[in-house]
């Protein structure tokens, strides 16, 4: 059947089809622009994740000192503690030695008397009760000895840990400022080169809203410098892992930002970087 058209008011040559030449237009000019603004937000995390890589390269030339300085710390801090602990506890020991030896000693001259004035006695009750007496003394003064006997011991383990803790604080402190030393000297080395890198990256920052700049941020916590792959071929130059054939014509178009499935990374397409 033959299609109708009712082709009455339309002018093809005049205003008519100018408004609807003039939408079409629009249109593209939108799409265009859109991809323009996208383009350029994805330039803009390239250019920012080259800076990356050699702010990466810096630190990678400070090696782990960084690292290696707080574990230094954190260990000169357990080895403080400990060592404050142990002397705490030795100052307790020896005040209980100081008390024990004390009372002993009281005890001892108690004993020591009645033991004189036991064959003075006028009888036999007398005798037997300073008897008794001295021998519950001697009871008292041999407890006594077996607790010296056990704090002395505690006392020496404790005296022979701290001394073994404190020769390791010294080593550590030693190995702390010999790398805080090493690390001053790369900070110094580094220093114009660190703040022009990172003067241009707030420079770049500035013009990426705040979302991507989260999304980039975060990516670039876990790859450091590395934050942006590359579509080459089909495949993310990230993980190398193959990308599927619409996405790759997506990120061609660039209408939005795509992360790569695999690893998470920011994907461009490498006609971008040419």
Do not use: W
């Not at 300073?130 to 009871?139: A, C, F, M, R, V």
């Amino acid at each position: 059947m033959e299609n109708n058209y009712n082709l009455e008011g339309e002018d093809f040559n005049g205003e008519g089809n100018e408004e609807g030449a003039s939408k079409i237009e629009e249109y593209f000019d939108d799409e265009n622009s859109l991809k323009e603004k996208v383009t350029d937000k994805l330039k803009l995390l390239y250019l920012l994740t080259e800076i990356d890589k050699k702010l990466a390269d810096i630190e990678e030339e400070k090696g782990d000192l960084p690292d290696r300085i707080d574990s230094l710390t954190e260990s000169i801090k357990k080895y403080e503690e400990r060592i404050s602990e142990n002397k705490n506890t030795l100052e307790i020991i020896n005040s209980e030695i100081r008390k024990i030896k004390k009372e002993s000693k009281s005890y001892e001259e108690k004993a020591n008397k009645l033991d004189e004035e036991k064959y003075n006695v006028r009888n036999n009750k007398e005798y037997d009760m300073k008897t008794k007496q001295i021998d519950e003394y001697l009871e008292i003064l041999e407890r006594n000895e077996k607790s010296l006997k056990e704090k002395d011991s505690l006392k020496e383990t404790l005296e022979a840990e701290t001394s073994s803790l404190e020769k390791n604080l010294e080593d550590c402190n030693v190995e702390r400022d010999k790398c805080i030393e090493e690390l001053e000297a790369l900070n110094e080395e580094f220093r114009d080169e660190e703040k022009e890198h990172n003067s241009k990256r707030e420079e770049i920052l500035k013009n990426i809203d705040s979302e991507i700049k989260s999304l980039y941020e975060r990516i670039n916590s876990s790859f450091k410098g590395e934050a942006i792959a590359i579509v080459r071929k089909g495949n993310c130059s990230g993980c190398y892992n193959s990308i599927p054939p619409q996405r790759v014509i997506e990120i061609r178009m660039a209408h939005e930002i795509y992360t790569c499935q695999s690893c998470g990374r920011i994907l461009i397409d490498e006609s971008l970087i040419e």
